[in-house]
């Protein structure tokens, strides 16, 4: 744990009006239970089993957010509480979402995951994939979803302009979509950009939203 470091990022953060999303993967209810007890309260995970059991175990104010890959198998075990998924890069995903939802009595706030990066590896969707899943009617049947924004992992490298012109790019998107298909939607307006490594930049570039792990937490093993 590295409270200096939480208080040094959470008032850079504050200043820019950004949110802090603190990923506490593979790490220790007692690490989360440290930073609520400084007031914080978003947490997020990647696993949906494991974000499962620290909320059954850590005070039910906390908000949850789901920020990894998501098997359609696993929105169930988070469907009930789960404040924002990060990591919708499907459509079949964002139909389960929905049912879920549905069974649940409640609307459940989604980002659209957009790949960006370099790398075949990390998940999402590329601006025709979108395009063509916003520009068809079925969307619309999904009542009990609410697409809030997007989201994106840079390229993991240590070239700052590429890094910036990744965000830029996902900027770009999301500025489209909320001018065309999105007009209408006032909820359209989150991005979560940025990790421990790129933060500062994804600040620069728009970021409504950054996820950080390991800088708060330590590395993972
Ligand atoms: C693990 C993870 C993070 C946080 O990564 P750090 O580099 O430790 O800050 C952010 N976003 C996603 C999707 C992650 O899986």
Do not use: C
Request: aromatic residues 6%.
């Amino acid at each position: 744990m590295n409270i200096k470091a939480y208080q040094q990022i959470n008032e850079k953060l504050q200043a820019q009006n950004v949110k802090l999303i603190a990923i506490s993967k593979t790490k220790p209810v007692s690490d989360i239970k440290t930073l609520y007890d400084l007031g914080h309260r978003a947490f997020g995970e990647n696993r949906a089993k494991e974000l499962q059991s620290k909320a059954q175990t850590l005070p039910n104010d906390i908000e949850w957010h789901m920020v990894g890959h998501m098997q359609s198998n696993k929105v169930k075990h988070v469907a009930p509480f789960v404040k924002l998924i990060h990591s919708v890069d499907s459509y079949s995903l964002l139909q389960e979402i929905n049912k879920r939802a549905n069974q649940n009595k409640r609307t459940i706030d989604v980002l659209l995951q957009m790949h960006i990066a370099e790398e075949s590896s990390k998940y999402g969707f590329n601006s025709n994939e979108i395009h063509d899943m916003l520009s068809t009617e079925k969307i619309e049947t999904l009542q009990n979803i609410r697409i809030v924004g997007l989201m994106g992992m840079a390229t993991f490298t240590d070239d700052e302009a590429q890094i910036r012109k990744e965000f830029q790019h996902l900027h770009s998107i999301f500025t489209t979509l909320k001018s065309s298909f999105l007009k209408d939607e006032d909820n359209f307006k989150e991005l979560s950009i940025g990790m421990s490594g790129d933060y500062e930049i994804a600040i620069t570039e728009g970021a409504t939203m950054v996820r950080i792990g390991s800088l708060l937490f330590g590395a993972r093993s």
